[in-house]
């Protein structure tokens, strides 16, 4: 069976600071990933995904970056935090042929002060 | 530009009783739309999909109705229980295109016992 990992579970950072946020996953080999974004009470908003290692497309431009150094992991990050930032970082993996049908990791929730 | 909209925002409805959450599209090029569902705190959950060559799509309680000349679909849920009160996301994708996974605002219903 498949497992998604994200870490932190939680940060509190302050506006300026640098983010690594972290996802990986087991039990699946060459995964699509996704990193989704998530304001409380709000829709999804997907931010990047990628479909092979080193490989990463930006959907939306939020001053944050993605990598995939390894077939099971996927890292959001920024230098800089904004206040806008602040929300549920979420990642999600799908199977190669079917993007539509993702799973989610179990998120983890971002406070920017 | 929002390109899926679901509506109600939120809805309540009786245990046993069936809900209906609607959902209509813009982008022709849509060809595939999974819901999901997210409970508070937690990562969203695939709960069952459709591809436009089909009209409807049934999972046990869950059935989607899909209208494709009026760009319409509907999620619906019936013999509601307490256990189903939860956030409905509505997605659309162009299968076999990019990867992006466009979501709808959300539904938020609650089943009263």
């Known amino acids: 069976a498949q497992t998604i990992h994200q870490w932190p579970v939680a940060e509190i950072k302050a506006v300026g600071s640098p983010l690594s946020l972290g996802c990986t996953i087991k039990?699946?080999?060459?995964?699509?990933l996704y990193w989704y974004w998530q304001a409380t009470g709000g829709t999804l908003q997907q931010l990047f995904y990628?479909?092979?290692?080193?490989?990463v497309e930006s959907v939306v431009q939020l001053n944050l970056s993605a990598s995939r150094p390894k077939d099971d992991q996927f890292i959001l990050s920024t230098e800089k935090l904004l206040l806008s930032h602040s929300g549920f970082y979420l990642c999600?993996?799908?199977?190669?042929?079917?993007?539509?049908?993702?799973?989610f990791g179990p998120g983890t929730r971002l406070t920017v002060l | 530009q929002q390109q899926v909209r679901q509506s109600p925002q939120s809805l309540t409805v009786w245990e046993g009783e069936t809900a209906i959450l609607n959902c209509s599209y813009e982008?022709?090029?849509?060809?595939?739309f999974p819901w999901y569902q997210q409970f508070p705190g937690e990562g969203p959950a695939l709960l069952i999909s459709?591809?436009?060559?089909?009209d409807k799509k049934e999972d046990g309680r869950f059935t989607i109705f899909f209208n494709k000349r009026e760009k319409k679909l509907s999620l619906h849920i019936t013999d509601s229980q307490p256990g189903d009160s939860a956030t409905y996301f509505c997605?659309?994708?162009?299968?076999?295109?990019?990867?992006?996974?466009?979501f709808g605002e959300g539904t938020k219903l609650t089943v009263s016992s």
């Open positions: 999600a993996w799908s199977r190669g042929d079917n993007y539509a049908e993702q799973f």
């Open positions: 459709i591809s436009s060559v089909s």
């Open positions: 039990g699946k080999s060459s995964p699509n």
């Open positions: 997605a659309a994708t162009n299968q076999g295109g990019s990867a992006k996974l466009i």
């Open positions: 990628s479909i092979t290692v080193g490989q």
């Open positions: 982008d022709s090029t849509f060809n595939y």
